[in-house]
């Protein structure tokens, strides 16, 4: 029971606890009232015991957004908002591509796709009226669709952006998995390790990184999906049914849970990270503002 894999795509569930000595930190502090982690993953063997590439993850939980009317919404943004900023390092001239992966047409993977409707694309105003909107930062956003829609894979699409827009730094956004329901459409994860698209819905493309691109990449994602085996295992295990033989594949390759009301949950995330990251990358905004702004 205890050795098989379990499929995530958060740090903090990949982690152990105590393996500063193989090369992970683990932070756990807390902001505004969400509680925000951070994994630091710093040597290949920490890499490899995480299943996860090196480089700071942070992930903040979002349960407080259930409790609406205490000005919660803007509280979170602002939060992410922080965390972003510390990741992307702007310097105030560098402008920004996000890109929004993901299909929309599928609400378990719509996140990435619906994120970019609430994001303050720019760059344009800023180059042809400055003297109007130059105290806006030059920000690209961009949906690149799904393979099996345009033929195209995601990475292919930034890359391809990236290397005619020349950008500072590009933000991916896009679905991720999950080992706990209790995560799923309640947890942002943001990484400078860049992202593998459609990994959450068990669809891996090719990645899209620091690496990859040649400029710093950082990936926001939000859980909207659950590997069926895994989740039945993980149950087990909490019921204290050790030596229960699930035979493997019980549940076929391609089999998730997602949420009942996965639509509305993942255009709430997706409206959550779109305005964070409009307070992240245009200084002096409030949510209010962006909310003004998108009209």
């Given at each position: 029971m205890q050795n098989y894999p379990r499929?995530?795509?958060?740090?903090?569930?990949s982690a152990v606890g105590g393996t500063a000595a193989r090369g992970i930190t683990h932070r756990t502090d807390s902001?505004?009232?969400?509680?925000?982690?951070?994994?630091?993953?710093g040597t290949g063997e920490g890499a490899a015991l995480a299943g996860k590439p090196l480089g700071?993850?942070?992930?903040?939980?979002?349960?407080?957004?259930?409790?609406?009317?205490?000005?919660?919404?803007?509280?979170?943004?602002?939060?992410?908002?922080?965390?972003?900023?510390?990741l992307l390092a702007l310097s105030e001239t560098d402008s920004v591509l996000v890109a929004g992966l993901g299909n929309p047409a599928i609400a378990a993977d719509s996140v990435g796709a619906l994120s970019c409707d609430s994001v303050l694309a720019t760059a344009h105003l800023?180059?042809?009226?400055?003297?109007?909107?130059?105290?806006?930062?030059?920000?690209?956003?961009?949906?690149?669709?799904?393979?099996?829609?345009?033929?195209?894979?995601?990475?292919?699409a930034v890359k391809?952006?990236?290397?005619?827009?020349?950008?500072?730094?590009?933000?991916?956004?896009?679905?991720?998995?999950?080992?706990?329901p209790a995560r799923v459409c309640r947890t942002v994860q943001l990484t400078d390790a860049g992202i593998?698209?459609?990994?959450?819905?068990?669809?891996?493309?090719?990645?899209?990184?620091?690496?990859?691109?040649?400029?710093p990449v950082i990936a926001i994602g939000v859980p909207t999906v659950i590997d069926a085996e895994t989740l039945a295992r993980d149950l087990l295990g909490r019921a204290g049914l050790e030596d229960f033989d699930l035979p493997d594949g019980a549940f076929g390759e391609n089999l998730i849970v997602t949420p009942r009301d996965i639509d509305a949950a993942a255009a709430s995330a997706a409206k959550l990270i779109g305005y964070?990251?409009?307070?992240?990358?245009?200084?002096?905004?409030?949510a209010d503002d962006v909310t003004a702004l998108l009209g």
């Open positions: 499929r995530t795509d958060l740090a903090v569930e902001s505004s009232g969400f509680e925000v982690t951070t994994v630091i993953i700071r993850y942070v992930t903040v939980g979002t349960d407080r957004l259930l409790r609406r009317g205490d000005g919660a919404f803007a509280a979170a943004a602002g939060v992410i908002a922080g965390e972003l900023r510390g800023v180059e042809t009226e400055p003297e109007r909107f130059g105290f806006f930062r030059r920000v690209y956003a961009e949906r690149p669709g799904v393979v099996g829609s345009t033929g195209v894979e995601s990475s292919r391809a952006l990236a290397a005619e827009l020349k950008p500072d730094r590009v933000i991916v956004i896009d679905a991720l998995s999950s080992l706990s593998v698209p459609g990994s959450g819905v068990g669809n891996s493309r090719p990645r899209i990184s620091r690496e990859t691109l040649g400029i964070a990251i409009n307070l992240a990358l245009h200084s002096g905004l409030t």
